[in-house]
């Protein structure tokens, strides 16, 4: 079974950055799994923000995040990062991490069978 645990979330002023991180264990040997980054805020769906292979290059990142946040991934550790740069207001959300083997593009959370606990990224004055 899939386990997947957040950290890094907090609050940060506009413009300031933080770093998410995924540590994903049970991973099917040889599964062509990806990794996104999906947030919910109050109110709204849970969109996905970024995604990656944990076996092939080409992330994706939705057009919101592009230019300010960067996914990447430490295979060594099965963790997965999400670096967000000059965040927003509108950054403000539950984000969560996704485990599935599909390949990465604008994918639903619907596609994702794995999920983490969330952590909450706070943008304000």
């Known amino acids: 079974q899939v386990q997947l645990v957040e950290s890094g979330g907090g609050l940060v002023g506009p413009g300031g950055s933080l770093t998410l991180s995924c540590a994903a264990s049970?991973?099917?040997?040889?599964?062509?799994?990806?990794v996104a980054w999906f947030r919910q805020a109050p109110g709204k769906e849970r969109e996905g923000v970024a995604c990656?292979?944990?076996?092939?290059?080409?992330?994706y990142y939705a057009d919101s995040v592009k230019g300010r946040f960067t996914i990447s991934r430490d295979n060594a550790n099965n963790t997965v990062y999400l670096q967000m740069n000059n965040l927003k207001p509108e950054d403000t959300a539950v984000y969560y991490c996704?485990?599935?083997?599909?390949?990465?593009?604008?994918?639903?959370?619907?596609?994702?069978?794995?999920w983490g606990q969330g952590t909450q990224v706070t943008v304000s004055p």
């Open positions: 990656i292979s944990l076996v092939y290059d080409s992330p």
């Open positions: 049970g991973l099917r040997s040889g599964g062509l799994y990806s």
């Open positions: 996704a485990a599935e083997i599909l390949v990465c593009g604008s994918r639903l959370a619907t596609d994702f069978g794995s």
